[in-house]
């Protein structure tokens, strides 16, 4: 288990104490390459894949976001999103978990950049996403050196620098998860255990998703009450669902807030709620004793989420999420909760 980082939070600016955390978005992307997962549209569709993001062609991205070239890159647009971190610290933000993993276009120098220039606290994630984004040798790589290369990127630096992750994750898993996807999590687990570290876990598009993922990493060793489980709000939709998986002990991270859309263009099955509906999901589990154990963000990883080109932004929650769970009933203790307090005690090492 790690002693200097023992009862601190590591940004990629390096160790803070959990109280300088305050506001903190779990699950975000601020410079991520999304190319590796362009969905090829309807054949009427097929020209218009290099359309510029513009409002005129919004009508048809907002429908198929995955198959516009121009939205699936972060990195080109790093000004924008200096500027909407700027705005998210003005209007009370204070900390973000980065989830962007090896093979998505992880760089913690344009994080550091980027925190110092916004004043935001910043949270590099470590390790591997989906299988496949993995690099060719994952295959030959042994579970005990992926264990190594996520202790190296949490304690000595990543990316070829001196700048460290504070998170493992977000760790990739598919539906059906695949075998080097299940040797990463085991790992994810190990280093877990020698680190005290918290993680961060992307599940597969089905109810049963979150369970298998958690599963395997508790089977291997893994900490479930230092352990956040993504995307919710994708994989279960009720009331019995969501406090069966809460009875497991991991955290539940509600992280698609601002995206409200009846037609997902990896799943046309998938019944994604709306902000109200995850509010509603989260105010049982708050009922039920598990206020605890939620977490949320907006998983911002398109460029026509920014502001700049039509979207949420960073600041939703902030701006809008808030004040809607206050009239929803909420109070602002457990507003504060969830915020606050759920991020602190989760990204803070034992």
């Not at 288990?1 to 978005?25: C, E, F, N, R, Y």
């Not at 992750?165 to 996807?181: M, Y």
């Not at 859309?261 to 509906?277: K, R």
Request: hydrophobic share 35%; aromatic share 8%; charged share 20%.
């Amino acid at each position: 288990m790690s002693t200097h980082l023992s009862g601190k939070i590591q940004t990629v600016l390096g160790p803070i104490a959990p109280g300088d955390l305050g506001i903190t978005l779990t699950h975000e992307h601020l410079n991520i390459d999304y190319k590796p997962y362009f969905k090829e549209p309807p054949a009427k569709y097929k020209d218009n894949i290099q359309l510029p993001l513009t409002i005129g062609n919004l009508w048809w991205i907002h429908r198929y976001p995955y198959s516009c070239w121009d939205n699936l890159e972060l990195k080109t647009v790093q000004k924008d999103v200096m500027k909407e971190l700027q705005f998210f610290h003005e209007n009370g933000g204070r900390s973000i978990v980065d989830a962007t993993t090896i093979g998505i276009g992880r760089n913690l120098t344009e994080l550091a950049e980027l925190s110092k220039e916004s004043g935001v606290n910043i949270i590099a994630g470590a390790g591997y996403y989906l299988g496949h984004t993995h690099p060719p040798e994952m295959s030959t790589m042994t579970q005990e050196e992926l264990v190594q290369g996520m202790v190296h990127e949490v304690t000595t630096g990543a990316d070829g620098t001196k700048l460290k992750c504070g998170v493992i994750g977000e760790i990739g898993c598919s539906t059906e998860i695949l075998p080097n996807e299940r040797k990463v999590l085991q790992a994810t687990a190990e280093a877990q255990s020698q680190l005290g570290c918290p993680v961060l876990i992307h599940p597969g598009r089905h109810p049963k998703c979150p369970a298998d993922c958690l599963r395997v990493l508790q089977e291997a060793g893994g900490d479930s009450s230092k352990t956040v489980m993504s995307h919710i709000d994708r994989c279960l939709f009720n009331r019995d669902q969501v406090l069966e998986f809460a009875e497991m002990g991991a955290l539940l991270e509600f992280d698609f807030f601002g995206t409200e859309v009846s037609y997902y263009q990896y799943d046309d099955t998938l019944p994604l709620p709306s902000d109200i509906q995850r509010i509603c999901l989260i105010k049982i589990l708050v009922e039920e004793g598990y206020g605890d154990k939620v977490v949320i963000s907006h998983d911002l990883h398109r460029k026509m989420q920014l502001m700049n080109y039509g979207g949420h932004g960073y600041s939703h929650i902030v701006l809008n999420v808030l004040p809607r769970m206050l009239t929803s009933g909420l109070s602002a203790d457990v507003i504060d909760k969830i915020t606050i307090d759920n991020p602190r005690n989760w990204l803070t090492f034992k």
